[in-house]
């Protein structure tokens, strides 16, 4: 058992001496086994990228006419869930609230979606459900809000 624990400390102190000689060298270690035979190969030509390239924009919510959020409150029977949007410009769109609660051996999972409009400037409570929540559960809400041209806001709360 000591011989291995010296050859241990050994191998490490070993290690440690090359790693900080090569670092400090800034060269590498090659071993000297002998080398197949290789064929050269020409570099290969990279053709220059087109004047107009094509421009990629990629989806973002941040061009969205609204933005939402899922917040929750303690109170004295669990928790209040709240989906809430805020908009922009005068919006026309369609909600979908989901609640999945686990625990405690029970789960259950509350769905609400409806339509709604808002004006530019303003903000609503979309839905909202107040649920018990003991020691030990978990609670997911998922909102998600489109319109006729697809989906402009998504927002996930953990609890």
Do not use: W
Not at 115 to 137: C, I, K, P, Q
């Amino acid at each position: 058992m000591l011989k291995s624990t010296v050859s241990l400390i050994a191998l490490a102190a070993l290690l440690t001496t090359a790693c900080t000689a090569v670092a400090a060298t800034n060269t590498a270690i090659t071993t000297q086994a002998p080398l197949a035979s290789v064929a050269m190969v020409e570099p290969a030509m990279v053709e220059p990228a087109p004047a107009q390239a094509a421009t990629f924009m990629p989806a973002t919510y941040d061009d969205a006419p609204l933005t939402c959020e899922v917040r929750s409150r303690r109170t004295s029977n669990g928790v209040l869930i709240q989906a809430r949007a805020f908009a922009d410009r005068d919006i026309d769109a369609s909600y979908d609230l989901r609640i999945v609660k686990s625990g405690g051996g029970n789960s259950s999972e509350i769905s609400q979606s409806g339509d709604f409009s808002l004006d530019a400037g303003s903000s609503a409570t979309l839905g909202e459900n107040e649920m018990s929540f003991e020691r030990g559960s978990h609670l997911r809400a998922y909102l998600t809000i489109r319109d006729a041209g697809g989906e402009l806001c998504q927002r996930t709360f953990r609890l």
